[in-house]
């Protein structure tokens, strides 16, 4: 278990350091709305973290990551209801809690390699 636990934490990072990638330098929302190619991008590796997240809790419903259940719900949004996901809230997810999220992954991706 503890195997498949590091192994989803190391899909999440990589997916942030991708979303990272992908966001215009300056973090500037008028650039990443022209940039329909890294909103996909973004949109992708927000799936991955979100399955990611659905998998370790499937191996231990109790495992620590804050916002756990909206990480999955939008990812189920952004699978399932593509319309339902406005670019707006993509953004405030990558430039509010993305940041958090790294930070709370690196910590327990030591606990659990």
Known sequence: MRHEIATCLADIKQAIIEINQFLPEKKDFLQFQKDIKAKREIERNIEIIGEAVKRIL???????ITNAKKIIDTRNRISHGCDSVSEDIIWAIVIREIPKLDEEVSRLFEQYK
């Open 58 to 64: 499937k191996s231990q419903p109790d495992f620590p």
